[in-house]
């Protein structure tokens, strides 16, 4: 028990460290986070794109067998 009180006063007692990130992963890591954002943004596109899609071509396929009818 007396290890873990110990390890826990550690952890919390310690500073920040900071760490250098060199150019190479840093861009790696923006390009991974900036696919995701995309990602993110074009599924959230694609739904809510589908029904007015699915509107329009319902709209043109009514506005096709009116024309036919008319002929």
Request: glycine share 8%; aromatic share 12%.
């Amino acid at each position: 028990m007396s290890y873990i009180m110990l390890y826990v006063t550690v952890i919390s007692i310690t500073s920040f460290i900071f760490a250098y990130v060199g150019p190479g992963p840093g861009i790696s890591a923006l390009g991974a986070l900036w696919a995701v954002i995309l990602a993110i943004i074009t599924a959230v596109f694609g739904l809510l794109a589908w029904p007015i899609r699915s509107l329009l071509r319902q709209r043109k396929k009514k506005r096709k067998q009116a024309q036919q009818s008319d002929q």
